[in-house]
């Protein structure tokens, strides 16, 4: 599975009943799928499970869109794969 649909069950984890139609990359994560701030640190914990690494609050707080959090991702795994 690539990152967009690992973040992509991650979300649809924390927000049950979601239509997967509305996760592309340019939702906004507190209007367009309506994750709340709790719904937002469920969400961090099923990404750091999914990716098998910590994500820290200061960049976490970055992510406004599912692109920021693919994006996120992606740096996290090519530092890690460097």
């Keep these: 599975m690539n990152t967009f649909e690992l973040i992509k ?3 649809c984890k924390v927000q049950p009943g979601i239509d997967a ?5 340019t939702a906004l994560l507190g209007q367009d799928l ?3 701030s709790l719904g ?3 969400l961090a914990l099923a ?4 990716f ?6 200061d960049e976490l707080e970055h992510v406004v869109t599912v692109g920021d959090a ?8 090519r ?3 460097a």
């Design 9 to 11: 069950n991650a979300i």
């Design 21 to 25: 139609a509305k996760i592309v990359p």
């Design 34 to 36: 309506e994750i709340d």
């Design 40 to 42: 937002r640190v469920e």
């Design 47 to 50: 990404m750091e499970e999914s």
């Design 52 to 57: 098998g690494f910590y994500l820290p609050d």
């Design 70 to 77: 693919i994006d996120l991702i992606e740096t996290k795994l």
């Design 79 to 81: 530092a890690k794969n």
